[in-house]
């Protein structure tokens, strides 16, 4: 098979940073779980874009949390509720420098990208759309970036617009600019596509969304894990995220919101913390981010997601980008290689997501095959129906990279699916 060569590994991780390279062998050390065998098979994960393994370091802050200051946060003068406290607003200072939000109320927790985007939909969408307006998403949305926006437009009688992707699985650029015109209220888009690993131009869209006045929501459940984000840079109004897809907590997530926006949103679920009095017949809400946060939140997931972000920066974002392109390349050009193979999703600016079909082999039966040889991969339609619909399949199989993917795990894939032609013929 016509694939590069392995690269000599750096002895040591500094060496490893001084040659400015992501050295996995030495990373994978961080992850317990990496050591379990699957079916008497080493574990090969590159199931990466569903849920991302946790490195040691979360592990312990959250255990840390549990045994040494488990407390309610905002609430007790007692210590461990001034330490738990002091944890939490330390987490979201911590997504706020990572994001480079201007100020730390800029960021609510969630419980993911899910609950972020339905956020944004249920305050700022019910309160600012309404019969005439129009919420334009794109074909390549995640579930979870186009069920919220039905919802609201039913409730409020704005119109749901989609931009078409090409056959590459790319946006279509002159689309988009036509979709949008000042009847345009919400862009909401994803950063990263799950489905195909398309990287969408966020950048140039703010520009076009603030053109016409509308706002920009960015689903960036598969965009943190992979690249430095700077919200100010890409000049989002609002960024949604999940802990579990960048090595953190599962449960926990968080919204970046402009603060001038989430000042003018009014609250979402009631309870607790969102509070500044109640009284029977009415209540005053706090402040963002607080009006946004009601009730206990997830505050070992908080401490966890900041463990998390601080391990993913010590290795250095730009070191993670740069690793799982070279995976992918390598990947591509492995996959390339096997018979009757398809790869889904091909844009030229793309993450590391290798989604594909095989003929005459259905993605659900590649998945156990390579799942007996110890390879975790996802299969079905990936919560992305209106992909599969536009390239005519009914699920794909997907392998997702991850820091601690290797060469290795991608010839072990390889060998997988070389297999799985042998049974399928
Ligand atoms: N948006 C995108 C682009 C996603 O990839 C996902 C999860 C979500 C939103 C939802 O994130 P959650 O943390 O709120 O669930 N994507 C996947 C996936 O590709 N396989 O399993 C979950």
Redesign the pocket.
């Given at each position: 098979m016509a694939v590069p060569k392995q690269k000599s590994q750096p002895a040591s991780r500094q060496e490893a940073q001084a040659a400015d390279v992501l050295d996995a062998s030495h990373v994978r050390a961080d992850f317990p779980i990496l050591d379990r065998d699957i079916h008497g098979k080493k574990l090969v994960y590159l199931d990466n874009?569903?849920?991302t393994q946790k490195p040691r370091a979360v592990i312990d802050a959250v255990k840390h949390y549990y045994e040494r200051y488990n407390s309610n946060v905002h609430r007790g003068v007692h210590h461990l509720s001034q330490e738990a406290t002091f944890a939490y607003e330390g987490a979201r200072k911590r997504v706020q420098a990572l994001l480079n939000a201007e100020d730390d109320s800029e960021i609510i927790f969630t419980r993911?990208?899910?609950?972020a985007i339905n956020l944004v939909a249920q305050t700022y969408g019910r309160a600012n759309l309404g019969p005439g307006d129009e919420v334009l998403i794109s074909v390549m949305e995640?579930h979870?970036?186009i069920v919220p926006w039905q919802l609201v437009c039913e409730q409020t009688g704005a119109t749901l617009k989609a931009v078409p992707i090409d056959e590459h699985g790319a946006l279509v650029m002159d689309e988009l600019e036509r979709l949008l015109t000042e009847k345009t209220k919400i862009v909401a888009l994803?950063h990263i596509?799950?489905?195909l690993g398309t990287i969408n131009p966020i950048q140039k869209i703010a520009a076009m969304a603030h053109a016409v006045s509308a706002v920009l929501v960015v689903?960036g459940?598969?965009g943190l894990p992979h690249a430095r984000v700077d919200v100010r840079e890409l000049d989002a109004d609002f960024y949604a995220f999940?802990g579990?897809?960048v090595y953190g907590p599962t449960g926990i997530?968080g919204l970046y919101g402009r603060r001038e926006l989430l000042d003018a949103m009014p609250p979402w679920q009631g309870g607790g913390d969102m509070i500044l009095t109640v009284a029977i017949d009415r209540s005053t809400y706090n402040d963002p981010p607080f009006r946004f946060e009601a009730g206990t939140p997830n505050i070992a997931g908080a401490i966890g997601l900041a463990a998390a972000l601080d391990y993913v920066d010590s290795l250095g974002y730009e070191r993670v980008a740069a690793h799982e392109a070279e995976l992918l390349a390598y990947g591509t050009a492995a996959l390339e290689q096997i018979e009757d193979l398809r790869l889904i999703g091909t844009a030229p600016e793309k993450a590391g997501v290798l989604s594909f079909v095989m003929d005459g082999a259905h993605p659900h039966d590649v998945g156990t095959i390579l799942d007996q040889e110890g390879i975790a991969i996802?299969t079905g339609h990936?919560?992305a129906q209106p992909v599969m619909e536009h390239f005519c399949v009914p699920a794909t199989a997907r392998a997702s990279i991850g820091i601690y993917n290797t060469r290795e795990d991608i010839d072990a894939l390889v060998r997988g699916l070389r297999k799985v032609r042998e049974v399928f013929g």
């Amino acid at each position: 098979m016509a694939v590069p060569k392995q690269k000599s590994q750096p002895a040591s991780r500094q060496e490893a940073q001084a040659a400015d390279v992501l050295d996995a062998s030495h990373v994978r050390a961080d992850f317990p779980i990496l050591d379990r065998d699957i079916h008497g098979k080493k574990l090969v994960y590159l199931d990466n874009a569903a849920s991302t393994q946790k490195p040691r370091a979360v592990i312990d802050a959250v255990k840390h949390y549990y045994e040494r200051y488990n407390s309610n946060v905002h609430r007790g003068v007692h210590h461990l509720s001034q330490e738990a406290t002091f944890a939490y607003e330390g987490a979201r200072k911590r997504v706020q420098a990572l994001l480079n939000a201007e100020d730390d109320s800029e960021i609510i927790f969630t419980r993911g990208t899910t609950e972020a985007i339905n956020l944004v939909a249920q305050t700022y969408g019910r309160a600012n759309l309404g019969p005439g307006d129009e919420v334009l998403i794109s074909v390549m949305e995640h579930h979870s970036n186009i069920v919220p926006w039905q919802l609201v437009c039913e409730q409020t009688g704005a119109t749901l617009k989609a931009v078409p992707i090409d056959e590459h699985g790319a946006l279509v650029m002159d689309e988009l600019e036509r979709l949008l015109t000042e009847k345009t209220k919400i862009v909401a888009l994803g950063h990263i596509s799950n489905s195909l690993g398309t990287i969408n131009p966020i950048q140039k869209i703010a520009a076009m969304a603030h053109a016409v006045s509308a706002v920009l929501v960015v689903d960036g459940a598969q965009g943190l894990p992979h690249a430095r984000v700077d919200v100010r840079e890409l000049d989002a109004d609002f960024y949604a995220f999940s802990g579990h897809k960048v090595y953190g907590p599962t449960g926990i997530g968080g919204l970046y919101g402009r603060r001038e926006l989430l000042d003018a949103m009014p609250p979402w679920q009631g309870g607790g913390d969102m509070i500044l009095t109640v009284a029977i017949d009415r209540s005053t809400y706090n402040d963002p981010p607080f009006r946004f946060e009601a009730g206990t939140p997830n505050i070992a997931g908080a401490i966890g997601l900041a463990a998390a972000l601080d391990y993913v920066d010590s290795l250095g974002y730009e070191r993670v980008a740069a690793h799982e392109a070279e995976l992918l390349a390598y990947g591509t050009a492995a996959l390339e290689q096997i018979e009757d193979l398809r790869l889904i999703g091909t844009a030229p600016e793309k993450a590391g997501v290798l989604s594909f079909v095989m003929d005459g082999a259905h993605p659900h039966d590649v998945g156990t095959i390579l799942d007996q040889e110890g390879i975790a991969i996802r299969t079905g339609h990936h919560c992305a129906q209106p992909v599969m619909e536009h390239f005519c399949v009914p699920a794909t199989a997907r392998a997702s990279i991850g820091i601690y993917n290797t060469r290795e795990d991608i010839d072990a894939l390889v060998r997988g699916l070389r297999k799985v032609r042998e049974v399928f013929g």
